[in-house]
T-cell receptor, first 113, second 109 residues
């Protein structure tokens, strides 16, 4: 396995700008997850795909957040009109059926100034 | 709603001083309980998945156990390189993970 890959690793943006993060899961993993983590807290679930279908989205997630997984391969997470409260590490994870071991990437740090 | 509580929040150990971390959970239909290690500024690193009460798994100085209400991560004779935040998460039938806030372990030489 080459591991879950996330890009960019760090992003500084001005309030009100849009940002997009990319995640490349482990090859042949059909489940892909997005989480958000702030300092001192555990990761918080954002959304989850099985293949290209988005199966669940956190009800706490603002409409400014959108995620896609075209063709069931890589995924993107876009945040529109960023706010300072969006500053966090955005984590991507993937797993396969039936092994179900969920592997995380190194995360993408977002700082909104 | 699934809930995970980890204790203590922080643990300072002397090298070689064994200890245990606790993860208490409530979940509707446990599919699996996961343990991860997280170093500062990095993503969580997978350690174990436990699926049923009574199950135990070991890796080097770490041993995870599971009951119907909690899981323990035992660290035997820790070394400074075991210093990290240890995260516990439960997976229900919807496949998503619900995490605790973690226990930060510091091992002094």
């Amino acid at each position: 396995d080459t591991g879950v890959s996330q890009d960019p690793r760090h992003k500084i943006t001005k309030r009100g700008q849009n940002v997009t993060f990319r995640c490349d899961p482990i090859s042949e993993h059909n489940r892909l997850y997005w989480y958000r983590q702030t300092l001192g807290q555990g990761p918080e679930f954002l959304t989850y795909f099985q293949n290209e279908a988005q199966l669940e989205k956190s009800r706490l997630l603002s409409d400014r957040f959108s995620a896609e997984r075209p063709k069931g391969s890589f995924s993107t997470l876009e945040i529109q009109r960023t706010e300072q409260g969006d500053s966090a590490m955005y984590l991507c994870a993937s797993s396969s059926v039936p092994r179900n071991t969920i592997y995380f990437g190194e995360g993408s740090w977002l700082t909104v100034v | 709603e699934d809930q995970v509580t980890q204790s203590p929040e922080a643990l300072r150990l002397q090298e070689g001083e064994s200890s245990s971390l606790n993860c208490s959970y409530t979940v509707s239909g446990l599919r699996g309980l996961f343990w991860y290690r997280q170093d500062p500024g990095k993503g969580p690193e997978f350690l174990f998945t436990l699926y049923s009460a009574g199950e135990e798994k070991e890796k080097e100085r770490l041993k995870a156990t599971l009951t119907k209400k909690e899981s323990f991560l035992h660290i035997t004779a820790p070394k400074p390189e075991d210093s990290a935040t240890y995260l516990c998460a439960v997976q229900a039938n919807d496949y998503k993970l619900s995490f605790g806030a973690g226990t930060t372990v510091t091992v002094r030489a």
